[in-house]
């Protein structure tokens, strides 16, 4: 009798195991792009800085985008040489005419691009 029990159970875990929801990995977010950081984030004053840990070599003609919760392009502006040098980019709210919010701040080289999220308060 023993061993029928036994059969039975290894029998109902092997069905419950062929009918049940596969375990699927979670998604790989993929790195790649300029290496940047906001700061501060979230923004309680009038500016915020990207701080840029690229060089223009590596990713020349580099933008700076943000975009609305929407994906609308609220700001666009290059970064430039002095940039570079200073290794980062101030923005000014009140200049950006952004308020408060979230925002996605993307910097874009040709085909890399790499976001963050900020927000405005």
Known sequence: ???IWVI?????AGIAAAHATPVT???VT????PEFTLNPNPVTGSYFYVNLMFSEIEYPNAVIIINDVLGKAVYVQSIKSAD????K????TVDAMIQNGVYFVQVKSGDNT??????IR
């Open 1 to 3: 009798m023993k061993n």
């Open 114 to 119: 790499r976001t963050l999220k900020l927000a």
């Open 84 to 87: 570079f040098s200073a290794g």
């Open 25 to 27: 990995e979670p998604p």
């Open 8 to 12: 039975l159970i290894v029998a109902m």
């Open 30 to 33: 993929v790195t790649g792009g």
């Open 89 to 92: 980019v101030r923005i000014s």
